[in-house]
């Protein structure tokens, strides 16, 4: 009950580093990126130890190391890294500038594992993923295939991971995740009026959105697509689909940090550092949003409504 | 030795055992809590260190009333009284109160100045109202040691 006291004590003295508001009005007001560069180092201070989510990462694993529950927030991670080792052994490529970091698995070894096809040395939850995306990616030579296993198998994976923890906030987080994603999926394969068979093995379905129906709107074309989404909950994402991919994208990302919100109010056990990590990855990617938005000149109106929810 | 002094003893003994173990977890939880805190930002030492020392109470009133109930039997001070087996009872029930409120209100208070130290980490300048929280625990503490002083003061050796 009184779990991870220290790494969550620790986790809230770090919270105040963390952008608010405020500093992102100021940083998108920033005239450059030196300034923007000079407005993040006051804020966070010099040396800081947070900046990039491979250090966010360390700092919870220093905190919390035997905390398996935190492990399901880096899936996403491991069978994005699988996709890459994948594809880049296939393309004979070196994988290295695909993979996304932290990541569960060594990825020296996770390369060695995929040569030797030695599955039994990856992580249960991936072997199956691995063998079958390996069969499927020599027999038919299309990535497309093959990357659309492997999403479908990560959610599946993080559902599982999440229902055998038994905990609510983990199994929230990955429903959330797979209903976004599956809304994704249905909403671009209905835009490129993919076959159903194809449809079928993208779509993973939840207990929120039920495969089948999502399939079955998917086929009966994008209207019938949105009227679907538009009598489930996710109604109102629906509407930001209508309107544009990127606000979509951003309700994505807000359903995940409003979760995280909630999370944070707890004062013991591994929620607080899973909220954490969210909120670190929001951050940075609101940063990477406005450092590519100043680059590209784009308006202020612009960079507001794709900047994602905080946590502080 | 009688047996009633046997009691009183264990009486005694309990008092200062269960309100320690109690204090011993509580301090050690918001302590773990405080080290979280002060490896990211050392400067709230102070601040934590108070909330830290809440649920140690509970350890010095077990004592209190163990050193009383001794002085009470005069083991402490005096002679030995011949105490029959219903006076030692009478003071290993006296004794009970804070040994056992004195467990449970420090583990809780500990539980509760933990979390109190997650406000100070986040807004230091609402330090207050994680010791007044913490603090409301310690009632149920202070009114078992009264019940436990006034039982044995009021037992007639």
Partial sequence: MTKYAKAVAAIKAMENYLLTYSDIEQLINASGKAEMESIIASKKGNGNETDTLENV???????????????????????????????????????????????????????????????????????????????????????????????????????????????????????????????????RCCKMKKSVNFT????????????????????????????????????????????????????????????????????????????????????????????????????????????????? | MTNGMVFALIGAALAALMAGIGSAKGVGLVGEAAAGVVSVDPSKFSKVLILQLLPGTQGLYGLLTAIILLSRVGIIGGTPAELTTAQGLAFLAAACPIAIVGLISAIFQGKTAAAGVGITAKKPEHNGKGIIMAAMVETYAILALLISILMIYNIAV
């Fill in chain 1, 200 to 312: 079928e093995n993208a779509i993973c379905g939840s207990s929120e959105i039920e495969k089948d129906a999502l399939v079955r709107a998917v086929t009966g074309g994008m209207e019938t697509l949105i009227s679907y989404l538009e009598n489930s909950s996710y109604g109102d994402a629906a509407g930001l689909l209508e309107k544009s991919a990127a606000q979509f994208e951003k309700w994505c990302d807000d359903v995940i940090t409003e979760l995280a919100e909630q999370a944070r109010m707890q004062s013991f056990g591994f929620e607080p550092l899973a909220a954490y990590y969210i909120a670190a990855e929001a951050e940075i990617k609101n940063l990477r949003i406005l450092s590519i938005c100043k680059e590209f000149g784009a308006d202020r109106e612009t960079v507001t409504e794709r900047m994602r929810k905080l946590y502080v």
């Fill in chain 1, 57 to 187: 990462w360390s700092t919870l694993m220093d905190y919390a190391p035997e905390c398996e529950e935190l492990k399901i927030l880096l899936y996403k991670n491991d069978f994005h890294n699988l996709k890459a080792a994948l594809k880049s052994m296939i393309a004979g490529r070196e994988p290295d500038n695909y993979y996304i970091k932290p990541s569960n698995l060594n990825l020296d070894e996770l390369k060695d594992i995929l040569s030797s096809k030695d599955y039994g040395r990856l992580p249960e939850y991936m072997r199956e993923t691995a063998e079958n995306a390996y069969k499927l990616i020599t027999k038919t030579l299309d990535g497309q295939l093959a990357d659309s296993l492997i999403d479908c198998d990560t959610l599946k994976a993080m559902q599982k991971a999440a229902e055998k923890t038994g905990n609510s906030f983990m199994i929230r987080y990955a429903l959330l995740n797979t209903v976004c994603a599956d809304i994704k999926t249905a909403y």
